[in-house]
């Protein structure tokens, strides 16, 4: 999993964990249309940058270390925005 700062024409900036870009897109996408946020034409994107990338550790189950160091835990990141 990755993490990306997305970055729309006129509702800020966002992050998403994701597989890839336009997954991250798409993420932060259902959850504005899901809530009805905003203009639509607001929530188009502007720019998507990679900010961190995992590799997998045997040492601890259910956990992710970004190459900045920083250690994620937990079984899944959940981006439904009805639950």
């Known amino acids: 999993m990755k993490l990306y700062r997305i970055e729309t024409q006129g509702l800020g900036t966002h992050y998403a964990v994701a597989n890839n870009e336009t997954e991250a897109y798409q993420i932060?996408?259902?959850?504005?249309?899901?809530?009805?946020y905003g203009f639509q034409s607001k929530r188009t994107l502007k720019t998507i940058t990679l900010?961190?990338?995992?590799?997998?550790?045997?040492?601890?189950?259910?956990?992710?270390?970004?190459k900045n160091g920083v250690m994620l835990f937990g079984k899944g990141y959940n981006h439904d925005a009805k639950s």
């Open 28 to 36: 932060m996408r259902k959850w504005f249309d899901d809530l009805d």
């Open 51 to 66: 900010l961190a990338d995992t590799y997998r550790s045997n040492d601890i189950e259910n956990s992710a270390t970004y």
